[in-house]
């Protein structure tokens, strides 16, 4: 089945403890992106990576990191959760032509 | 300047009727692409429809219709036959075309409108 697998579904952590969320896809997809979901805000793009080796940047980018060292997976990692990164997290990938397919969904809470 | 813009927070409709939920865009490029999506409460992202800035056509989607006014850089969903599954978010996005590759793929969306279906 494709999809998008992100990982784990539920966190809760402390201010400060680095954590990674994984996301994989198995659609051969050049293009992923991390959002993160707040209320009253919609969705907002975090990074997000045309291939490997290429990330850049989204709308809020501040405290979070990525690499696509390969195609298939797409990590995020907060190196210093503060509050403020507690959120709703979807990961997405995309060939070019096609629709956006995303995971379901990352629920983080940093106490 | 908010590159996706839905005016309404939320929408009340009763069961088999239809219903419009409004999305307006703004963008200087020629080539994008609009998507609606929808989150019920469970959270997960589901997509229903597309319709490409070059499409001629309305994209139809089942109950699902894109009223695509490009002049009025407009994009409403339009739900047909409402049934009581149909109460969710629903997210209007916009993907750019490409500007020397920066922005290709990026997806913006708006702040989403609450639609509650009732018998």
């Known amino acids: 089945e494709a999809q998008v697998t992100q990982n784990p579904r539920y966190l809760i952590t402390v201010t400060g403890k680095k954590l990674t969320v994984t996301c994989s896809q198995n659609?051969?997809?050049?293009?992923m992106s991390w959002y993160r979901q707040d209320p009253g805000l919609g969705l907002r793009q975090i990074y997000y990576s045309m291939n490997v080796e290429v990330t850049d940047k989204g709308d809020v980018p501040e405290g979070y990191k990525v690499s696509r060292k390969e195609k298939r997976n797409f990590p995020l990692i907060l190196e210093s959760p503060s509050p403020n990164q507690t959120s709703l997290y979807f990961c997405?990938?995309?060939?070019?032509?096609?629709?956006?397919?995303f995971g379901s969904g990352t629920r983080l809470t940093v106490v | 300047a908010q590159k996706i813009t839905q005016t309404q927070p939320g929408m009340f409709v009763q069961e088999k009727e239809a219903v419009t939920l409004d999305c307006t865009y703004d963008?200087?490029?020629?080539?994008?692409?609009l998507f609606w999506y929808k989150q019920p409460s469970s959270g997960e992202m589901i997509f229903l429809i597309y319709q490409g800035s070059y499409d001629e056509q309305n994209a139809t989607e089942g109950r699902y219709s894109l009223n695509f006014q490009k002049a009025r850089k407009s994009a409403n969903i339009v739900i047909s036959a409402s049934q009581l599954g149909d109460s969710a978010m629903y997210f209007c996005a916009m993907r750019e075309g490409s500007r020397g590759g920066s922005t290709l793929g990026r997806l913006y969306f708006g702040r989403g409108t609450q639609l509650t279906v009732w018998p």
């Open positions: 659609m051969n997809h050049e293009y």
């Open positions: 997405a990938s995309r060939e070019v032509g096609s629709g956006y397919t």
């Open positions: 963008t200087s490029d020629q080539s994008y692409g």
